[in-house]
């Protein structure tokens, strides 16, 4: 049973492009969850996603950040017009969405770097 | 607010030493609690987790964990560590009312000595 997979792993945008990162959740589980881990820091709640619906966008910034998970397909993080704050990396995780609580398997993370 | 403290950033120990890092939380209710590792470059793996019951857990690779209802402390074990156990780890906690949302710790960073 393949894991949580996100592509690309490693990501490389100017200031003022565009990121588009993706998750793909392991198999049978319908729940996805963003976090992004700064340099030095902690793993930080972005946004928890069912199919077509976003649940939970607490932790996601206001301005540029959106994120979607289609029926069909990957989960997306779009983050527009990067910024040099934005480089950090961004890790997904899946849940079947059973049992209490949630438990969460995480991918190997993307890391984004804006020059 | 919820949050967690792992107040050791980073930790060096022998190799076949024992280890504790040491993880407190603060919420308003008995939160679900976490241990997750991460090696370098690579996601968070699952060591370990608390949900209700037994107040001691064990997990993967050898480590244990006890939480602490009075000192609202989960702290992670191991009595004899190995050189591959170098890495960072993270405690988090969830509850049931944030719908599986975990807040994570710093991190504390463990390197073991030959």
């Known amino acids: 049973n393949a894991g949580v997979m996100q592509n690309p792993r490693h990501l490389v945008r100017r200031r003022g492009q565009e990121a588009r990162l993706r998750c793909s959740p392991m198999?049978?589980?319908?729940?996805v969850y963003w976090y992004r881990q700064l340099p030095e820091e902690g793993l930080k709640f972005m946004v928890y996603?069912?199919?077509?619906?976003?649940?939970?966008e607490s932790g996601m910034p206001k301005e540029r950040f959106s994120a979607e998970f289609p029926k069909e397909g990957p989960s997306i993080l779009r983050i527009q017009q990067v910024v040099r704050g934005d480089s950090a990396a961004y890790f997904c995780?899946?849940?079947?969405?059973?049992?209490?609580?949630?438990?969460?398997?995480f991918g190997p993370g993307t890391r984004l770097t804006v020059t | 607010a919820q949050s967690v403290t792992q107040p050791d950033i980073h930790i060096t120990v022998s190799e076949g030493a024992s280890l504790e890092l040491r993880c407190n939380y603060s919420?308003?209710?008995?939160?679900?609690l976490f241990w997750y590792v991460q090696s370098p470059g690579q996601g968070l793996q699952l060591l370990l987790k608390y949900f209700s019951g037994d107040t001691l857990v064990q997990g993967i690779k050898g480590f244990e964990a006890e939480f602490k209802r009075s000192q609202s402390s989960f702290n992670l074990r191991k009595p004899s560590v190995h050189w591959s156990d170098a890495a960072e780890y993270f405690c988090a906690v969830g509850h049931y009312n944030q719908g599986g949302k975990l807040i994570f710790g710093q991190g504390t960073e463990l390197s073991v000595k030959p």
């Open positions: 995780a899946s849940s079947s969405g059973q049992g209490i609580p949630y438990e969460q398997y």
């Open positions: 996603l069912q199919k077509e619906n976003i649940i939970d």
């Open positions: 919420y308003g209710a008995t939160p679900y």
């Open positions: 198999k049978g589980h319908s729940h």
